[in-house]
């Protein structure tokens, strides 16, 4: 049972344009969320988060939006740069700030920035 | 910022052998570290939350006597592949969260690269 789904594989965008990533769950006791950038042979470097008390939060040209209700939750990056090119996984966490909390992922969705 | 590594790299191995990968939080003590494992073109599996001095807790379907987990001091977990057959080669990546940090926030580890032949 797939508790964090991400149901585009893949994403192709044009270079300057808005890239738009997209995210399900389905366990409401989530709390935290978080994306994460990965390429092939490496551990995923974080890029950006929101706790459920908030429904958008914003670093550059990434935000985060957490639709509660409809327990989705969506990347912006804006404007998409070659460089964005890339594994984007969204990931959650109950009890976060307990230090055995579990991030669970999502199947990652690659995204192509082209010029 | 905090800093996880992972030793080896990558590593090949004959089948029936055991393999050890060891995870180290360089600048922080980590009571907690994970561990995941990532098929190709396939999400990140949470295998093993590695407690410092207990016994690690397994995720479901994971088997312990397998995939044996130590976590010996606060910098240091180690995961060992017991008895290796190719369908255990994989990629595996270790996290572990720095209680002290502001942000609570986990850090990764850049993986390890099993190869069972």
């Known amino acids: 049972d797939q508790q964090v789904k991400q149901n585009s594989p893949s994403l192709s965008v044009q270079e300057g344009r808005i890239s738009i990533l997209n995210c399900d769950y389905t366990?409401?006791?989530?709390?935290?969320f978080l994306w994460y950038k990965k390429y092939p042979a490496e551990g995923p470097t974080f890029l950006i988060s929101?706790?459920?008390?908030?429904d958008k939060n914003e670093d550059g040209r990434f935000t985060v939006f957490l639709n509660k209700s409809a327990k989705h939750l969506s990347l912006h990056i804006v404007p998409s740069q070659p460089g964005d090119s890339a594994v984007y996984f969204c990931?959650?966490?109950?009890?976060?700030?307990?230090?055995?909390?579990?991030?669970?992922f999502g199947s990652g969705t690659r995204l192509s920035i082209r010029p | 910022g905090a800093v996880v590594s992972q030793h080896p790299s990558r590593v090949i191995c004959k089948s029936g052998t055991s393999v050890k990968i060891e995870c180290r939080s360089l600048?922080?003590?980590?009571?907690?570290m994970f561990w995941y494992r990532q098929f190709p073109k396939q999400s990140l599996m949470l295998m093993a939350t590695?407690?410092?001095?207990?016994?690690?807790?397994?995720e479901q379907g994971v088997e312990k006597d397998k995939f044996l987990i130590n976590h010996a001091s606060l910098t240091l977990s180690t995961l060992t592949v017991t008895s290796a057959h190719p369908e255990d080669s994989s990629f595996y990546i270790c996290?572990?969260?720095?209680?002290?940090?502001?942000?609570?926030?986990?850090?990764f580890g850049p993986g390890t690269r099993l190869t069972v032949t």
């Open positions: 590695s407690n410092e001095g207990s016994k690690a807790t397994y």
């Open positions: 996290s572990a969260r720095d209680p002290a940090g502001v942000s609570y926030e986990q850090y």
């Open positions: 366990n409401s006791m989530f709390d935290y």
């Open positions: 929101i706790s459920s008390i908030k």
């Open positions: 990931a959650a966490s109950a009890n976060w700030y307990s230090s055995a909390s579990k991030i669970i």
């Open positions: 600048d922080f003590q980590a009571t907690t």
